[in-house]
T-cell receptor, first 110, second 111 residues
């Protein structure tokens, strides 16, 4: 009965690889987000997706692309992974003002 | 850039004491929210205060908002070891339902 779930929980991969992180919410929310949290715990929004409208943080490299097959899912695909991509990635969803976060995916790029 | 800056970065207190964390932000906001993050977990929403409100309570939490100073504070009364976590303020300043998070305060409550 998890509200916002992410898979995988841990992801260790080599530089240059392409990987995806999946996110699903069963709350019926219409807006979903991806955040990146670095080693200093700074949390930065990467994308928000609402009714097929994608809002992209301008600082996000175009190697990152969100894909939403339906309203309950917002997956994150990352091409050509770099060392600096190592972080914890959080998915979240909201219907009004507050956001509900997933447990996070810990990505380590070697 | 970070909208919110939190102070202190880290706070260590004894169980039963009160903990106060402060948040400053830069632009006009619709509301300000506080979230808690336990180690290795996602963020959990605690409380929301709107720009036309000055104070709000929820259980042992008390939040104040001073829009003239662009600052907010979170008070946790009678702290417990289980309150040990990172606490983040987040501001809602636009129409895209996007939040901008502060740098967080790491609270440690010693038993």
């Amino acid at each position: 009965d998890t509200a916002v779930s992410q898979t995988p929980k841990y992801l260790v991969t080599q530089m240059g690889n392409d990987k995806s992180i999946k996110c699903e919410q069963n709350l019926g929310h219409d807006t979903m987000y991806w955040y990146k949290q670095d080693s200093k715990k700074f949390l930065k929004i990467m994308f928000s997706y609402n009714n097929k409208e994608l809002i992209i943080n301008e600082t996000v490299p175009n190697r990152f692309s969100p894909k939403s097959p339906d309203k309950a899912h917002l997956n994150l695909h990352i091409n050509s992974l770099e060392l600096g991509d190592s972080a914890v990635y959080f998915c979240a969803s909201s219907t009004q003002e507050t956001q509900y976060f997933g447990p996070g995916t810990r990505l380590l790029v070697l | 850039s970070q909208q919110g800056e939190e102070d202190p970065q880290a706070l260590s207190i004894q169980e039963g004491e009160n903990a106060t964390m402060n948040c400053s932000y830069k632009t006009s906001i619709n509301n300000l929210q506080w979230y808690r993050q336990n180690s290795g977990r996602g963020l959990v929403h605690l409380i929301l205060i709107r720009s036309n409100e000055r104070e709000k309570h929820s259980g042992r939490l008390r939040v104040t908002l001073d829009t003239s100073k662009k600052s907010s504070s979170l008070l946790i009364t009678a702290s417990r070891a289980a309150d040990t976590a990172s606490y983040f303020c987040a501001t809602d300043a636009g129409s895209a339902r996007q939040l901008t998070f502060g740098s967080g305060t790491q609270l440690t409550v010693l038993p």
